[in-house]
């Protein structure tokens, strides 16, 4: 079975370019999670999905961060326009309901 | 002062030793209780789960949560080199929806 799924792995850009970062769940999973992990810490809840719905988007930074997820299934996070304090590991995670989370590799921003 | 404490290490180690890992938090709501482990470059992945106070155990791995004290560890016996990862604590007062993560125990287990 396929785990979570997200591209790109790496990602450098100068400050004040746009990113986006794209999420394909483990099939089946309906709760979809962004989360942000800086340098030596843990994870940290950006946005949580139940399908479409966005339930939870309490830490999202709603000035530069946007996030989607259409049909309840892939989802995208954008920031535009990025700065230097962004540059960190994006993760993915995804559940059936409010079970175990999965999560996947991460995206690792870089920003110049 | 963060809910959750984790001392981030590292801690060095030589294989077959006896490991202890914790973490402290501040939330007396917190009812569940995680550890994952993080391979460099990879996505954490759950290694045990406990609900509420006492142990458990999963072939080398024993958790413990000490609710009185606020105070959760998890122990790694007769450890291994491939056991060499970060170890991320996690809590919650409701299940997975709202996990707060301490700062990860960089542990390198050296043969």
């Known amino acids: 079975e396929a785990g979570v799924v997200q591209s790109p792995r790496y990602k450098i850009i100068e400050k004040k370019q746009p990113v986006a970062f794209w999420c394909n769940p483990i099939?089946?999973?309906?709760?979809l999670y962004w989360y942000l992990q800086n340098l030596g810490q843990g994870p940290e809840l950006l946005i949580r999905?139940?399908?479409?719905?966005?339930?939870?988007d309490s830490q999202l930074p709603k000035d530069r961060f946007s996030a989607e997820r259409l049909k309840g299934v892939d989802s995208t996070l954008k920031i535009q326009p990025a700065e230097l304090g962004d540059s960190a590991v994006y993760l993915c995670?995804?559940?059936?309901?409010?079970?175990?989370?999965?999560f996947g590799e991460g995206s690792r921003l870089t920003v110049l | 002062q963060k809910e959750v404490e984790q001392d981030p290490g590292p801690l060095s180690v030589p294989e077959g030793a006896i490991v202890s890992l914790n973490c402290t938090y501040s939330n007396s709501a917190f009812q569940y209780f995680m550890w994952y482990r993080q391979y460099s470059r990879k996505g954490p992945e759950l290694l045990m789960y406990?609900?509420?106070?006492g142990n458990k155990e999963d072939g080398r791995f024993t958790a413990q949560v000490d609710k009185s004290s606020k105070y959760i560890s998890l122990f790694i016996r007769d450890s291994q080199p491939s056991d060499s990862a970060t170890y991320l604590c996690a809590m919650s007062a409701g299940g997975y929806n709202k996990l707060i993560f301490g700062a990860g125990t960089r542990l390198a287990v050296h043969p």
């Open positions: 995670a995804s559940s059936f309901q409010t079970g175990e989370l999965f």
């Open positions: 099939s089946g999973h309906n709760t």
């Open positions: 406990t609900y509420s106070s």
């Open positions: 999905y139940e399908n479409e719905e966005a339930v939870d």
